[in-house]
Antibody, heavy 118, light 110 residues
Framework: DVQLVESGGSLVQPGWSLRLSCVAS????????MHWVRQVPGKGLEWVSR????????FYVDSVRGRFTISRDNAKNTLYLEMRSLMHEDTADYHC???????????WGRGTTVTVSS | QSALTQPPSVSGSPGQSVTISCTGT?????????VSWYRQAPGAAPKLIIY???SRPSGVPDRLFGSKSGNTASLTISGLQAEDEADYYC??????????FGTGTKVTVL
């Protein structure tokens, strides 16, 4: 089974930028729509963004549109999330998620923690 | 993009059945048969247990059953077991080509 490992989470100040990465263990990554889902510890899940197999179709939740950019490099089996103008409300664990079944997110990474605090 | 509404908690005794509701709108749950459910144990990443309202991934037992009527989807767990104790989230595709999760439900096995 493909495994996803996120990195790049850090403690940053409001207004700063950060880039998250997610590396997949297998090239089947190239056949998956990919998502970022975040979760404040102890709270619920929030879908953030998704990207098509070819990287051309991008979608975002309203609260991050214009600030976050999702991208992928299929040659490197890697998914990215470029985050700008970070706000306190962006503090969460960010999970990289793959979709190998229709409209279901079935491959999850363990997450990387982003903390936005002054 | 408001979160789908789930009850904060449900409980049942071993062997009983529990049902978790997930209420959305005509812009998400009511528009498509694209509702999925996830189980999250403490400290673990979520796990897909139902997709496209009723389909189960390989390895998920058939005592987990999904359904939908109008703007409300439901997950029924029959033959409740101690291992079912976890947080459960629904998720729906929306008419904006985005996704929205539910508020989450804690299942307690008495």
């Amino acid at each position: 089974d493909v495994q996803l490992v996120e990195s790049g989470g850090s403690l940053v100040q409001p207004g700063w930028s950060l880039r998250l990465s997610c590396v997949a263990s297998e090239s089947t990554f190239r056949t998956y729509w990919m998502h970022w889902v975040r979760q404040v510890p102890g709270k619920g899940l929030e879908w953030v963004s998704r990207i098509s197999v070819d990287g051309r179709s991008l979608f975002y939740v309203d609260s991050v549109r214009g600030r976050f950019t999702i991208s992928r490099d299929n040659a490197k089996n890697t998914l990215y999330l470029e985050m700008r103008s970070l706000m306190h409300e962006d503090t969460a664990d960010y999970h990289c998620v793959g979709t190998s079944v229709p409209y279901g997110m079935d491959v999850w990474g363990r997450g990387t923690t982003v903390t936005v605090s002054s | 993009q408001s979160a789908l509404t789930q009850p904060p908690s449900v409980s049942g005794s071993p062997g009983q059945s529990v049902t978790i509701s997930c209420t959305g709108t005509s812009s998400d749950v009511g528009s498509y048969n694209r509702v999925s459910w996830y189980r999250q144990a403490p400290g673990a990443a979520p796990k897909l247990i139902i997709y496209e309202v009723t389909s189960r991934p390989s390895g998920v037992p058939d005592r987990l059953f999904g359904s939908k009527s109008g703007n409300t989807a439901s997950l029924t767990i029959s033959g409740l077991q101690a291992e079912d104790e976890a947080d459960y989230y629904c998720c729906s595709y929306t008419i904006s080509n985005t996704y929205v999760f539910g508020t989450g439900t804690k299942v307690t096995v008495l």
